[in-house]
């Protein structure tokens, strides 16, 4: 389809009504030689930048209805029981495109007939099942001596009913452990042993999924059955028993304790798994947890690569460490896990580029305003973009956060202008376009990605080489979490070497990835 075509039968002004704020984003990134005044140039470059989503845009929506005959747009708005009597068609088009748009809009068929694909509608894909079978007939590559060290003392542990917190960095297999332990108990179970397996985002509970599927299909005794439990998905029955449960934290803790769903979950969970396991002992999940394992008389296991709530909050962590009755499982890597895991070639080293932005911020100044100032000024975008450009023309696939949703589509602008190719994620976006932005990553077609509060956790790319920290933040375990998107090493598909470039406030609060680690072991009896 010849989107170019379509957009250019419109002047220059519609464009920029359509683009909104995002024609400031192109004038406040532009650079010297870009002509704003010729057409072509521009829709070129808001093609670039929006991609596949440019219709979750209402106002690109207008500008694609209005391509349409005349009585085909009165039609269509009789359809949608729009009165369009005395209305202008320019009108007319505007109030269909502030309609709902998602996988039920009536739109969709419209912007077929236009010529837009499936890659372009918000079509519901079922890209998973509520449930299914995980059959067994694949290997895995074996574990390091110290992944089967924890496995051990996981199953020892969760055998006992103790509460426990498995700690390890990030990068380092915590998800293929835990879902090793998980095998060998089912194994051991002489009664059916039900998993609930409790994670905050769908992108970590597909990873958790993914995980046990591949121990399960190499090491299970026989068919398991899994169940989705968040987002649209809700399970095809009730029969839970002998099953793992993949269910979201948000969702699961509205249900209606005495709902028949609830009430089965309740009966049949043998082992409660939480990951991120930090945002525990939030009220509202602290509470349901609680209730589930009081009634279900499940053990409770949380895996985390920090111990702790906060860099600075000392009661919460020590509330964090007694919810789990001070039971931490580590691994025996020495004084420098770290190093000793980057020499193994589990993880990658790290070289460290600071920037200075010349901009000075304490630690109470730092929220979000300030966050949304930083991502608006000028001189700190340059010098962004600059390293930016030099990770992507060496040819590293660039994974970048930013200070704000804003400051993600700035980047993204200012580096398309440059002919960088690159794409941004966040919440504004749905689901489908994300993931379609995440596929073009990996694949190559995007070598810069951008995102806020999206890919933090649950994000596995081993294809990154660079990691740009355009935020600050006074949060350790946010920091670690960015920080640990690019440190799959070599022995585990990854890269030998990562390149962190990263804001000065970041370095100096931080300091190395040991001491990032080793932090809130004092808060651990």
């Known amino acids: 389809m010849a989107l170019l075509n379509l957009l250019s039968k419109f002047s220059l002004d519609d464009i920029r009504f359509a683009c909104g704020s995002d024609w400031r984003l192109i004038k406040d990134t532009l650079p010297s030689g870009f002509d704003l005044s010729d057409k072509n140039e521009v829709v070129k470059i808001i093609l670039k930048l929006h991609g596949t989503s440019i219709l979750e845009i209402k106002e690109f929506r207008e500008l694609f209805l209005r391509t349409l005959e005349n009585e085909k747009l009165v039609e269509i708005s009789k359809e949608h029981k729009i009165n369009s009597e005395n209305s202008s068609f320019i009108t007319i088009a505007r109030m269909l495109a502030a309609k709902s748009w998602g996988p039920s809009s009536k739109l969709l068929r419209v912007f077929k007939k236009i010529g837009f694909d499936e890659a372009y509608l918000p079509i519901y894909r079922d890209r998973y099942k509520a449930t299914e079978k995980v059959e067994v007939f694949a290997k895995l590559p074996k574990l390091f001596d110290y992944q089967e060290e924890v496995v051990n003392k996981l199953v020892s542990t969760i055998n006992n009913k103790d509460r426990v917190l498995l700690q390890l960095p990030t990068g380092s297999g915590k998800t293929r452990i835990m879902m090793e332990a998980i095998q060998e108990l089912t194994t051991q179970a002489i009664k059916p042993y039900t998993v609930l397996w409790l994670a905050h985002s769908e992108e970590l509970l597909e990873q958790a999924i993914a995980s046990f599927k591949g121990v399960w299909s190499s090491k299970g005794q026989y068919s398991a059955t899994i169940h989705r439990l968040y987002g649209q998905h809700a399970p095809n029955d009730l029969l839970f028993s002998n099953s793992m449960i993949f269910a979201g934290l948000q969702k699961l803790s509205r249900l209606d304790v005495n709902s028949d769903l609830f009430l089965e979950i309740e009966k049949n969970t043998s082992l409660i798994v939480v990951d991120e396991a930090h945002k ?123 200070c704000s949703t804003e400051h993600s589509r700035l980047l993204a602008t200012g580096l398309v202008l440059r002919g960088i190719s690159a794409a941004f994620i966040d919440y504004t976006k749905s689901a489908s376009s994300r993931r379609t932005v995440i596929e073009k990553f990996r694949t190559g077609e995007v070598s810069v990605l951008i995102n806020y509060g999206i890919l933090s956790t649950g994000f596995d790319a081993p294809e990154i080489q660079a990691l740009v920290i355009a935020r600050p933040t006074t949060s350790l375990i946010l920091y670690s979490q960015m920080i640990g998107r690019g440190l799959r090493g070599p022995k585990v598909g990854g890269n030998k070497e990562v390149t962190v470039v990263d804001v000065k406030d970041n370095f100096s609060s931080y300091g190395n990835l040991d001491e990032m680690y080793n932090y809130f072991s004092g808060y651990w009896k």
Request: net charge neutral; proline share 5%; aromatic share 6%.
């Open 280 to 402: 525990t002992i939030a009220d509202t999940y602290e509470r349901f947890i609680t209730h589930l394992i009081t009634k279900s008389g499940a053990t409770l296991v949380g895996v985390t690569a920090t111990p702790g709530r906060s860099y600075s909050l000392s009661p919460e962590n020590r509330t964090f460490a007694r919810f789990f009755n001070d039971n931490l499982i580590t691994p025996e890597l020495g004084e420098d896990p770290i190093n000793t895991l980057q020499n193994m070639g589990v993880l990658s080293s790290v070289n460290r580029k600071v920037v200075d932005t010349n901009i000075s911020i304490s630690d109470a100044e730092l929220n979000k305003p300030t966050l949304k100032r930083l991502g608006r000024l000028r001189e700190r975008n340059d010098l962004l973009m600059n390293e930016i450009e030099v990770q992507a023309k060496a040819g590293k696939p660039t994974l970048v956060f930013s």
